[in-house]
Nanobody
Framework: QVQLVESGGGLVQAGGSLRLSCAAS????????MGWYRQAPGKQRELVAT???????NYADSVKGRFTISRDNAKNTVNLQMNSLKPEDTAVYYC???????????WGQGTQVTVSS
């Protein structure tokens, strides 16, 4: 089993920054993809950013140039640096780790990010 613990959410004004962190523990396949997803009220969960074990990244168009994802393979952690935050970034952010062509998926409990205008 895998556990994901997120931290770093909160309330920030538009234009501000937040950094989310996620620590994974348990039996984790080495060559995994870690990422962040978000879900706003009344909307479906959507991709924010992912990063592979080798460092390949993928971002949603809405966050490109503002958010940066990074990971520490030795510590099984993934971070999301969020700059120039907008009210539309308000959502619950979920950490995710997956492997096996997405057949194995684990989620964190979520952390609230609220951006005020």
């Amino acid at each position: 089993q895998v556990q994901l613990v997120e931290s770093g959410g909160g309330l920030v004004q538009a234009g501000g920054s937040l950094r989310l962190s996620c620590a994974a523990s348990g039996t984790i396949f080495r060559f995994n993809v870690m990422g962040w997803y978000r879900q706003a009220p009344g909307k479906q969960r959507e991709l924010v950013a992912t990063i592979s074990y080798g460092g390949n990244t993928n971002y949603a168009d809405s966050v490109k140039g503002r958010f940066t994802i990074s990971r520490d393979n030795a510590k099984n952690t993934v971070n999301l640096q969020m700059n120039s935050l907008k009210p539309e970034d308000t959502a619950v952010y979920y950490c995710n780790v997956k492997w096996g062509l997405d057949t194995v998926n684990f989620w964190g409990q979520g952390t609230q990010v609220t951006v005020s205008s």
